[in-house]
């Protein structure tokens, strides 16, 4: 019986992580892998972040499913250095070896003011925003940036080499406020965004990427065939190499190229490199830091029109774990089949 | 007596740096205030960098002249942390705390394996890649972040909360290879672009800046008199607000805004905040880091049309030395009455 495009189903937060660990248990995940994949997409979810959400849970599963990904996967955890935290993701998913890397990196920031933690053998398909919101909310600034599969152009250039190379940044707040935190791609726009544009017949903006032909082009099936562009021409190039240098470059995991040769098609994310930076405030001796921030932020939003970087998340935040987050049926037969309780 | 427009003379790089000495000098700055900040004018022509040369020079003896930077400023540098430099620049320029702190943010980044260095009370009106071009032919990686004036509005806003803020990062390469290096402004275009546009009655692209009215504009004179708007439109917007608060905000230095408001209107720059972070590839233990960067550079030049960011700066660097920097003869006669030796 196929489900009517549109129609919706509400799921309670629990719901949603219950099915998630269901459908990554029966793809082949076990308990600790399970759980942690199904945090991040069930904050994803109650942030209303649909394109990072259950919207995933296909493409985890395809990973596992297909082999590519390991269930069981141990990652290994060690300080490299006094401000280098090094985790080995065991060819898993991403949520693990981050969230048991998380603690020595805090430990390390607050003892040097700054330190980085690189991860490597690990498939990252959610948002960068719940990698670093945590350490925001344990009072540091943090970065952190992730290759892909190459699907983005260089400076100039009409072929794939970086990835999309999203990159997030999260600044502590006064009083227990959630945290500011961004986390953007590297190019113009994602390829979910150009495939939709193509599915629905619409055209896509000048500038978001180019056809086989290496020529702009806003037709989305060309650019489809042919290669995304960064945003804001050669300066977000630039951030895409960096993002690729510093994600897959320092960990020593698959640069973006090298992950799209040995992508076997099932879907699912590829095996690559992340880097997360973490620095004290308190460690610089800017002791007003968060004072002069809440200042910034009140001068941002003195200008009518202006907001602060995920604030509609946060709004959802308040709303969603009372409502219920709200989902294509479709999405969710889909995601119970796999857990075999369609 | 008057220079034409458009005349031109050709000095030597030693003509360079005693002429901008000498205007220093005469204006108010040490002999070591003078030499750090010839050194980064006579590297920036070296290389071809018009805009960071000598074209700079009258601006910071303007500053020095107004009083608002000391021209014997003694910056001081100390280890606040083991990942973190702090230095402070004693209301002067830049050019000198940057360079006294460079040998122990390199100590720290072997140290740790990556470290910080912050700047307040500095002046910064240079180039970003001569501060971070020495790191990376030492073999680590490195970013630089500096806040400015307010030019630039925030996401959705129409006044101007950002500086022109631009950010830096250089990557070493095989084999003694000047080092990768990219510099770019988070504002889609320099002030400098928009005052020529309208010189020259010429009109900018949309994009670059809204008129006083807060609507987008392509007349330069409308943009000068509103706001400067940041390249990739929200996500650019994200970029100059890390940098804001990493430069400003670590270091404790002016936000851009907190400038804007101090600022006596003497031409020259204003004391902000920058930050340095230096990695040290060897220290994460991807012993096959060069090498893996090579091909990454590689994939990038296979793909005609597609450059390395800073290859035409290398090509100038190849030239100049023999052939000298050729400068605008007005400018030079202005640099030298400044000495005194017009």
Known sequence: MS????????????????????????????????????????????????????????????????GDSKGDAKPTVERRAPGVVFVDGDRGLAPLPMALGRPMLVQAARENGIASMAIRNSAHFAALWPDVEPLAQQGLLAMSYVNSRAFVAPA???????????MSFACPRRDGKAPMVWDQA???????????????????????????DGQ???????????VLLAFGGYKGAGIAMMVEILAAGLSGGELSYEADEQYTGHGG??????????????????????????????????????????DRRLANRARIPKEGAVLPAKLVAEVRALAGTA
Do not use: W
Request: hydrophobic share 40%; with cysteine; aromatic share 4%.
């Open 269 to 310: 994310p590829t095996h690559n490199g992340h880097l997360v930076i973490a620095m004290d405030p308190s460690a610089f001796g800017a002791d007003t830091f968060i004072d002069r921030i809440e200042s910034l932020f009140e001068r941002i939003l003195d200008d009518e029109g202006a907001r602060l970087p995920g």
């Open 3 to 66: 489900t009517p495009v549109g129609e919706t189903v509400a799921l309670s937060l629990d719901e949603v992580r219950s099915m998630t660990i269901a459908a990554l248990n029966a793809s082949g995940a076990d308990r600790a892998n399970a759980e942690a994949v199904a945090d991040v997409v069930t904050r994803a979810e109650r942030d209303g972040c649909a394109s990072h959400g259950v919207f995933r849970v296909p493409g985890y599963c395809k990973a596992l499913i297909a």
């Open 186 to 212: 590297s190019s113009a726009a994602a390829r979910g965004e150009i495939m939709i544009a193509a599915r629905d017949g619409h055209s896509v903006p000048e500038g978001f990427g180019l056809g086989p």
């Open 216 to 226: 702009p082009t806003t037709d989305p099936n060309q650019v489809l065939e042919g």
């Open 156 to 166: 100039g250039g009409t072929k794939a080499v970086y990835g999309t190379n999203p």
